[in-house]
């Protein structure tokens, strides 16, 4: 079974209230016999999968089977495992279209690290990263019309992928036709290396970058003084509505929320002396026993959860660190952002990767600057006793999205219009120094919607184009996507009715985590980052 895609969108409890009481997997050995309970089986249509299925046929040890593939399954998949049957034990087969991970409303990953070897695609991922794609949009019921990045050969190959199973598949394919067709875009990470090398301010993305969030999970065991039973904390929307209602907000408002949260807590918490004189009392005592008792739950996650921030943001200064960065990735101060980046590595407590994060940046943002001072950064990253692994990760970051590379312009241009438009952006649209950064996506999608996004950069596969504007958008990441991506489309489709963008990756990154994307991509995969933010695993 397919643990992970089920469990971002089940709770246990909920599943148990179907009546399904023993979870296993195909692949486990020394299973039991148990006839009286019947089995439904959710399955990745993998060969392995496939053969564990058929070995389980033969010698089955449940009363029936209800086999459902997460994608399309082979007619001769099929009839093997029809021939494996003699017992007659499967009730049913069918696809149900779930072949990837449902992150938020409007993102889905594929848990998928290290699909490039070089700019080309790594073997077997190219089909994995297809079959996730297509289950999205038969899970959607979209049969799209595909454009992709042009400078991008993964882009190209995927995009022909995903249209061959569409073509071959034309009856899945075949739903009711819209007035505008939805569109499929495909884009390279390597586009815009800025954006998952930044620190966060929004609560979802900062869990996740200085955390790690992994199928929702949160291991919190480093955390000094944890007790037992929040050493892993479980965050999801679906079945917690103060995360549901912060996902997005910045870390000074959640403070204040969990503040409310706590008082209205405390307002709701039985009085230690509270009379249960008569059986209405005693009643609704009872009644309100298990919500107090989630209620508490979610107190003391959320608490433990925030605190950990707060002790990590004023350990590693990243208030500090974070401005530079913002200023770095929005700004076009080379003698401003010199200094500043030289003045932060000169203070003793700044951690390894945000030192290397910083001249990361300034490598990807003054690369061809005719006075850049990169030398003497790592010349400054040697003094501070930074591990070459860590100093070879920015040559390599450079190598994977610097100029050479991008097929857009992800450095804001500096003619006079631009300087003009920034200026007053900052005046009017800013919520504050820390979060001006907008990912590149921002401004492809903004592009796209108004139908101005170049041919000529994001050519459409075949034929045919869109002469209207798209109302059903659907963008896909090669090389993973990120939280703070997330959160642009999360706002683009608040501010543009009529318009419904869904965004996936072949992982959600953080630093650590697209690190090792890159390190893998540019033939540096035995160097791992510590403590990395992966999404699982390729299974």
Not at 53 to 78: D, G, M, W
Not at 215 to 221: A, E, F, G, Q, V
Not at 332 to 354: C, G, T
Not at 435 to 460: A, C, V
Request: aromatic share 8%; charged share 25%; hydrophobic share 35%.
């Amino acid at each position: 079974m397919k643990t992970s895609i089920v469990s971002v969108v089940y709770t246990q409890s909920e599943i148990l209230q179907k009546e399904v009481y023993l979870f296993e997997r195909i692949d486990s050995q020394n299973r039991d016999n148990m006839k009286h309970l019947k089995a439904i089986c959710f399955l990745r249509p993998t060969k392995e999968n496939v053969e564990h299925l058929i070995q389980e046929l033969r010698r089955p040890k449940y009363s029936v089977y209800f086999i459902y593939f997460s994608n399309v399954i082979s007619k001769s998949e099929i009839k093997a495992l029809a021939e494996a049957d003699e017992q007659e034990v499967v009730a049913e087969v069918q696809e149900f279209y779930g072949d990837f991970i449902a992150v938020n409303p409007h993102l889905f990953s594929l848990n998928l690290q290290g699909v490039a070897r070089g700019r080309s695609w790594e073997s077997s991922m190219l089909s994995r990263c297809t079959q996730g794609l297509t289950s999205v949009l038969l899970a959607l019921k979209k049969c799209p019309m595909i454009r992709y990045q042009l400078s991008s050969d993964m882009s190209k190959r995927l995009a022909e992928s995903v249209k061959q199973i569409i073509t071959k598949e034309y009856e899945l394919f075949d739903f009711r036709k819209t007035e505008v067709p939805p569109l499929l875009l495909i884009l390279d990470r390597s586009d815009d290396a800025i954006t998952p090398l930044l620190n966060q301010w929004t609560y979802q993305a900062m869990v996740h970058e200085l955390l790690g969030l992994n199928n929702n999970r949160i291991d919190l065991s480093r955390v000094p003084g944890i007790s037992k039973d929040l050493r892993e904390v479980v965050l999801s929307a679906e079945n917690d509505e103060f995360y549901a209602n912060n996902l997005y907000l910045n870390f000074g408002e959640i403070g204040t929320n969990i503040k409310n949260l706590m008082e209205d807590f405390q307002k709701k918490r039985p009085k230690g002396q509270q009379k249960l004189e008569s059986i209405s009392d005693m009643k609704a005592f009872v009644d309100n026993y298990p919500q107090f008792k989630k209620m508490s739950g979610t107190v003391s996650k959320h608490v433990t959860v925030v605190g950990e921030l707060s002790r990590l943001v004023s350990e590693r200064q990243l208030m500090e660190v974070s401005e530079v960065e913002q200023e770095l990735a929005c700004q076009n101060d080379h003698s401003n952002a010199q200094q500043n980046v030289r003045r932060l590595l000169q203070n003793p407590r700044l951690s390894e990767l945000d030192a290397v994060r910083l001249v990361m940046l300034y490598a990807l943002r003054y690369e061809r600057h005719s006075s850049s001072i990169l030398p003497a950064l790592m010349d400054e990253l040697s003094r501070r006793g930074v591990s070459e692994r860590h100093r070879r990760m920015v040559k390599s970051v450079v190598e994977y999205g610097g100029k050479r590379v991008r097929g857009s312009d992800l450095i804001t241009p500096t003619d006079a219009v631009a300087i003009t438009k920034q200026f007053f952006k900052g005046l009017s649209g800013v919520e504050n120094v820390y979060t001006q950064h907008q990912p590149l996506l921002h401004d492809t999608l903004d592009q796209l919607i108004k139908g101005r996004l170049k041919d000529s950069q994001f050519p459409y596969l075949g034929a045919s184009s869109l002469r209207d504007r798209p109302q059903d958008i659907i963008v896909f990441l090669i090389g993973g996507a990120t939280y703070e991506e997330a959160l642009t489309v999360y706002n683009l489709n608040r501010s543009t009715p009529g318009v419904r963008i869904v965004l996936g990756g072949s992982t959600i990154h953080n630093t650590k985590s697209f690190l090792e994307e890159v390190m893998s991509a540019t033939g540096h995969s035995g160097d791992r980052t510590q403590g990395s933010g992966r999404q699982g695993n390729r299974r």
